[in-house]
């Protein structure tokens, strides 16, 4: 395996204790009117407590902050025409088996996730390859390149779920590191300030920045940049959607981590 850019380290998680994830995210949303489409980004906070059993409960708190950052067509408009922002996303406390927060919401069970890089379960991360000729050959597979899915994003969907062991994690990103477009950054800022590691996914629509914690190699958050004009107004280089993401251990469901 080629020389990680970040070693990656996994803190102790006994049975007991929950995996705390603090997510602060700031999103992009679209309203239409008659006339245009209005484009915003909003601010959102987010945790998750995921149990080490994952039949258990899983809890999430989601909060709007209600800051608004209008990027194309009219905040006024949008308003006038009924633009509300608590339409576009559930908020609130949410508890259930297997995560699944929103069966309630949708008047279901709750149901165990199937597995796969876009919700993965242990099982699923236990089978993939430590190899990282091997696992970009299964990403390949698996998913294969198009104008909003990838490789890339799929990895990037696996380590948002900050469930994927050390070794895992180093082999995803030497994996990555064999793709044509993606490039290393040994030092930039989330949109917190805090110092981050990044794989560059450099192609497409949207430059891709998957964040890293150098400390631990612990998925960090990310940052998307437009490479191209958008057909509602939006103009290369305009951030699209950024998220810094905090992780820790704590001993039960709810309780606050100590930074």
Same mark, same amino acid.
């Given at each position: 395996?080629?020389?990680?850019?970040?070693?990656?380290?996994?803190? *102790?998680?006994?049975?007991?204790?929950?995996? $705390?994830?603090?997510?602060h995210?700031?999103?992009?949303?679209?309203?239409?009117?008659a006339?245009?489409?209005?484009?915003?980004?909003?601010?959102?906070?987010?945790?998750?407590?995921? *149990?080490?059993?994952?039949?258990?409960?899983?809890?999430?708190?989601?909060?709007?902050?209600?800051?608004?950052?209008?990027?194309?067509?009219?905040?006024?408009?949008?308003?006038?025409?009924?633009?509300?922002?608590?339409?576009?996303?559930?908020?609130g406390?949410?508890?259930?088996? $297997?995560?699944?927060? $929103?069966?309630?919401?949708?008047?279901?069970?709750?149901?165990?996730?199937?597995?796969?890089?876009?919700?993965?379960?242990?099982?699923?991360?236990a089978?993939? *390859?430590?190899?990282?000729?091997?696992?970009?050959?299964?990403?390949?597979?698996?998913?294969p390149?198009?104008?909003?899915?990838g490789?890339?994003?799929?990895?990037?969907?696996?380590?948002?779920?900050?469930? +994927?062991?050390?070794?895992?994690?180093?082999?995803?990103?030497?994996?990555?590191?064999?793709?044509?477009?993606?490039?290393?950054?040994?030092?930039?800022?989330?949109?917190?300030?805090?110092?981050?590691?990044?794989? +560059?996914?450099?192609?497409?629509?949207?430059?891709?920045?998957?964040?890293?914690?150098? +400390?631990?190699?612990?998925?960090?958050?990310?940052?998307?940049?437009?490479?191209?004009?958008? *057909?509602?107004?939006l103009?290369?280089?305009?951030?699209?959607?950024?998220?810094?993401?905090?992780?820790a +251990?704590?001993?039960?469901?709810?309780?606050l981590?100590?930074?």
């Amino acid at each position: 395996m080629p020389v990680p850019f970040v070693r990656a380290v996994d803190e *102790p998680l006994t049975a007991e204790q929950y995996r $705390y994830i603090a997510t602060h995210a700031w999103w992009m949303g679209t309203f239409s009117t008659a006339e245009t489409i209005h484009v915003h980004l909003s601010e959102h906070l987010i945790q998750q407590w995921t *149990p080490v059993d994952r039949d258990a409960d899983w809890l999430l708190d989601r909060e709007l902050t209600g800051r608004v950052t209008w990027l194309a067509g009219s905040a006024d408009a949008a308003v006038e025409d009924g633009f509300d922002l608590n339409d576009h996303w559930p908020s609130g406390r949410f508890r259930a088996p $297997y995560g699944d927060f $929103y069966a309630e919401l949708n008047e279901t069970a709750p149901r165990r996730a199937a597995g796969g890089w876009a919700s993965p379960t242990p099982e699923f991360l236990a089978m993939l *390859p430590r190899d990282p000729e091997a696992l970009i050959a299964r990403l390949r597979d698996d998913v294969p390149q198009r104008t909003y899915t990838g490789p890339f994003r799929a990895a990037v969907d696996t380590l948002r779920s900050c469930t +994927v062991p050390a070794d895992l994690r180093e082999a995803l990103y030497a994996a990555l590191r064999l793709l044509p477009a993606v490039s290393v950054v040994e030092e930039v800022k989330d949109l917190d300030g805090n110092v981050c590691a990044a794989l +560059v996914h450099d192609d497409g629509p949207t430059r891709s920045e998957l964040l890293v914690d150098p +400390v631990d190699g612990q998925y960090a958050g990310e940052r998307d940049t437009l490479r191209r004009d958008s *057909p509602c107004g939006l103009t290369v280089g305009t951030v699209i959607a950024e998220t810094a993401v905090r992780t820790a +251990v704590v001993p039960a469901l709810g309780v606050l981590p100590g930074f």
